[in-house]
């Protein structure tokens, strides 16, 4: 059921957790300082779908599901979770938060990309012109990252990997509405999060075995804690609760908001800087995104004009 047009509380939450995520870059580059990426990773995705089937059980929500729906879910738990996570953190830790924030702020290319292989819609060639451009700012953003037009894979592997794992995060967004029109936002979350992390963990049990403990800070421990709360439980919930109401397309235009914050918050916590050619790619990238989403629509509007004359 979509929620009546204007400004109301699914686009308050969503705020919100963009600025969650926004942060949350830069505290997992803090963290990642002193936890190496898979046991960071491990943990905060443990700590997290414990949470929420510790919330799920209390509400009293249950963790049925239609026999026909369990592969289903299982598998969209894997790519959204379990691929997402792997492809993600380690992207976060080659590459800068900024650069992580803006390549991720394509989700609605790909989004729009797997509607037309579901054959869901289809792009005006306005919509197809955006999805050039968007990787044409890619190639800035990557080039700047590198320093040079000449790639390596060492180089340009965290941009790669968080650009990867973007695709995924759309498949599972895309995926995740027919299902959130049977069960609640809290009980997706929790069970495809939950499947997930049993996956994730085979992956990451070495380094949490290998952790010095006592050697963790009480800042790590702060953003690990800070990020599988708020990042992960509470944001996800927002999140498909947002798809539930609003739908894909509008859920994932909030990703437009998340590059601006986390360059600050990026500037403010690491000290990092972004020079003109990102300021341009980031420029390029949003242009490119905005032309898949809406563009045709100016080409609609003169249309309409130019035959009403």
Known sequence: MEEPKGFGATDIFMLLAVL????????????????????????????????????LFVRGEGFSLAKSDILKILFLGIIGNTAFQLLFIHGLNWTTASNTSVIMAMTPVFVALLSVLLKQEKIHWAGWLGIVISFIGFYFIITEQVGTFHFSWKEMRGDLMILIGNLFWAIHTVFSKPFLEKISPLKWTSITLAAG?????????????????????FQAWAALI????????????????????????????????????????????LSERITLVQIGGALIIFAGVYLTRSGYRLFERRKASELSE
């Open 20 to 55: 969650c995520w926004a942060i949350n870059f830069s505290f997992i580059k803090i963290a990642l300082r002193e936890f190496s990426p898979q046991a960071f990773n491990g943990i905060r995705l443990l700590f997290a779908s414990s949470i929420l089937i510790i919330v």
């Open 197 to 217: 992390t049993v996956f994730y963990l085979p992956f990451a049990a070495l380094d949490i075995v290998r952790i010095q403990w006592s050697e963790i800070s």
């Open 226 to 269: 800070f990020s599988g709360l708020f990042a992960i439980a509470i944001c996800y919930v927002i999140w498909y609760a947002s798809v539930r109401r609003v739908g894909n397309s509008k859920t994932a235009i909030y990703g437009y908001l998340s590059p601006i914050f986390t360059i600050l918050f990026a500037y403010l916590l």
